[in-house]
């Protein structure tokens, strides 16, 4: 099968949505099929294929928001690359510029259009409305949600029930939705696969002894993903636990504001914030943890939970859908769902090293599910059911099509006219 992975963002940039993306492809590579992707170019205002990769990157103008760029909704170049792909499944992983652009070439060339989608976009409005007309920005998100996903797509996956029933109950979606949780390459977070002198030595550059207590927050350093509940936790817990210190790995808009929040507090010798790691060095952090924290209620699905638990950095993770499935309290992590509960699991495990050492051990063993190869096994069988059942879906995006069709014939003619 040919497959066409169209993204805003990929690979210089680091996100889990791009850790998910690059496990896919090479996962479906390695059951043999041909991948192609096409995304936004980060580096530059230009067109950049890369052959061998099977890579597109076209141009786009930055948006503000991290190092994503809003590229041309039906770039003719681009175009002309692509058809010589001859795909035969077209697969969208965002609801923007590029998202648009896989929904017209699908309509154009005939492909079936498979959607993921991941991101819950009413808990980023504040980024663009700075707090303003939130609620009416709500409801246009929730709009143009609802069209990319439903009229658009011919099949639709989400990562948890979590998104399921936010399409179905809230959004009405009436259409195909299959759940596959998002899956990663789980062995480059076994401790077997680490190199232990590498390990050794980030030890020591952070400054941490055996007696201590690590816990760890990984992901984007922002206001969605509740870090400020997970540092006032940990400055509760630290008089009965003067040996816990913690580790927050990641970048962000509000970086610099958490910097000056644990100086305040006078914990910097307790709380180390390192910023953005490279991707390979990722694992290593992981496993100088003993306890991953998360209190963010905005995943659809919060893969680095899954990253801890190949690690065995035991989970303690706040009480939502997109941890329940994962996490069971006590068995392979702990879930809380206020403050002194977050406490709580912390102090308890803290003082049982071997109930935690238990914990950690068993959520290594429900990972499996999640691999790379069991995701791209479910996510394939959606492109059969998708190519099976095929049928035109993209109504409005067809005349949309004929426009940007008829205007470029009509340039062409006058180019030639004028040669």
Excluded at 61 to 85: C, E, F, H, M, Q
Excluded at 313 to 330: G, K, L, Q, R, Y
């Amino acid at each position: 099968m040919r497959i066409g992975i169209f993204t805003e963002t990929y690979t210089p940039y680091i996100s889990g949505l791009v850790t998910s993306e690059v496990m896919l492809k090479k996962a479906l590579e390695k059951l043999g099929h041909t991948v192609y992707v096409v995304t936004a170019n980060l580096e530059s205002f230009h067109y950049d294929y890369d052959e061998k990769e099977h890579i597109l990157r076209i141009p786009g103008i930055p948006t503000g928001i991290y190092d994503s760029r809003l590229t041309g909704l039906y770039p003719i170049k681009a175009v002309n690359i692509i058809k010589t792909w001859k795909l035969d499944i077209i697969h969208s992983q965002t609801e923007f510029a590029v998202g648009t652009f896989a929904r017209l070439l699908a309509f154009q060339l005939d492909i079936p259009l498979v959607h993921t989608y991941h991101t819950m976009y009413e808990d980023y409005v504040h980024y663009v409305t700075k707090g303003y007309f939130d609620k009416s920005s709500k409801k246009v998100v929730e709009y143009l949600t609802k069209f990319y996903c439903d009229r658009t797509a011919s099949e639709l996956i989400v990562p948890t029930k979590k998104t399921y029933d936010l399409f179905k109950e809230k959004y009405k979606v009436d259409k195909n939705i299959h759940i596959i949780p998002t899956g990663i390459e789980l062995e480059r977070f076994y401790e077997e696969n680490l190199d232990p002198e590498k390990l050794k030595k980030l030890r020591k550059k952070c400054g941490f002894k055996k007696e201590d207590f690590v816990a760890i927050f990984v992901g984007r350093i922002a206001q969605e993903k509740n870090i400020v509940y997970l540092i006032d936790v940990v400055r509760d817990c630290l008089d009965e636990c003067p040996n816990l210190k913690m580790l927050i790995v990641g970048d962000g808009p509000d970086a610099e504001e958490y910097h000056e929040l644990i100086k305040s507090y006078g914990l910097e010798d307790k709380i180390l914030m390192v910023g953005k790691t490279a991707w390979e060095d990722t694992p290593y952090y992981y496993h100088l943890a003993d306890i991953f924290l998360t209190a963010s209620t905005t995943e659809t699905q919060g893969l680095t939970v899954i990253e801890a638990m190949a690690s065995e950095a035991t989970p303690i993770c706040i009480e939502d859908e997109s941890f329940v499935n994962t996490v069971i309290d006590d068995l392979n992590g702990k879930l809380f769902k206020t403050k002194k509960g977050c406490k709580k699991a912390i102090v308890e495990l803290y003082r049982d090293r071997d109930k935690n050492k238990k914990l950690a051990k068993q959520a290594r063993i429900n990972v499996d599910r999640y691999s790379s190869s069991y995701f791209a096994e479910s996510v394939l069988k959606v492109y059969q059911y998708a190519l099976e059942h095929k049928e035109n879906r993209l109504g409005v995006f067809g005349k949309l099509v004929e426009k940007f069709k008829g205007e470029k014939e009509e340039k062409d003619e006058t180019d030639h006219k004028q040669s």
